[in-house]
């Protein structure tokens, strides 16, 4: 039973094609657990619709995964396993341990609802720079920061991740283009090195939206991350810098 494995956006795939049985179990476990140990991810699928049957010791396998996995507070998805497997797997009792998805995108957005340990963020003074449009603008970027983690926690991700993440990459780019303009009038002294974060940040966003379009894996998790580090890192601390221009320039 031929095996392949890949790494992308901290998702280890493992692909499994044939019979998943004792006299080959073991071979493959051990390319399994190598690729586990030696990898930095933060989530595993495993491919099942390739394959025909699995036996006592191909279960054994899957369930040893499935405690390593769990062992290390990652998470682990299995998915397309045919009719006549998921009966076997009933069958054995293993159906509340290993829980079987019909398709990758059902794997994943459980994945991804079950990585998304982010509260919702209410605006609060704390986020105010003193200029009241600005201000309006930071409140409608965590909205749209919260329709996007709704969208994972309800798991339905898919096309309204990728409409979201756009909607995100307009107006960022709106909003980036009002504040500099803001700083400049201003003679803001720090305008250059501001405006070099918000095109580093705007490339991430579009790097995730571009895989997300091609149909790449996209762990919504990072994306998460890259959102609320920016809330906190940026508005709070970078922003904040030109909250102190005297009021009489505003």
């Known amino acids: 039973m031929p095996i392949t494995k890949t790494l992308e956006s901290e998702i280890l795939t493992i692909n499994c094609v044939g019979d998943l049985i004792g006299a080959t179990v073991n071979e493959y476990l051990e390319s399994i657990m190598d690729s586990l140990e030696k990898n930095a991810y933060q989530a595993v699928l495993i491919d099942l619709q390739s394959v025909d049957y ?137 305008l250059t090195e501001h405006r070099q974060i918000h095109s580093n940040f705007i490339k991430k966003i579009k790097k995730y939206h571009q895989k997300h379009q091609s149909g790449k894996i996209v762990f919504n998790r990072a994306i998460m991350e890259e959102l609320i580090d920016w809330l906190q890192d940026h508005i709070l601390k970078e922003d904040k810098q030109y909250a102190f221009i005297s009021p009489n320039e505003h």
Do not use: C, P
């Not at 019909?102 to 957005?109: E, G, H, I, K």
């Open 54 to 190: 699995v036996d006592s010791a191909g279960f054994g396998m899957l369930i040893q995964i499935h405690k390593y996995i769990k062992s290390k507070k990652l998470k682990i998805a299995v998915y397309g396993m045919s009719k006549t497997v998921s009966l076997h797997l009933n069958a054995a009792g293993l159906n509340q341990l290993i829980k079987n998805y019909d398709s990758q995108s059902d794997a994943l957005n459980r994945l991804n609802a079950d990585q998304t340990n982010y509260q919702a963020i209410t605006w609060d003074d704390s986020f105010s720079v003193n200029v009241a449009e600005i201000d309006e603008q930071h409140k409608k970027w965590i909205e749209i920061t919260n329709d996007l983690h709704d969208s994972i926690m309800k798991g339905i991700a898919g096309n309204l991740t990728g409409k979201i993440i756009n909607s995100m990459i307009e107006y960022v780019e709106f909003h980036f283009t009002y504040e500099e303009n803001y700083m400049k009038k201003n003679k803001y002294n720090n």
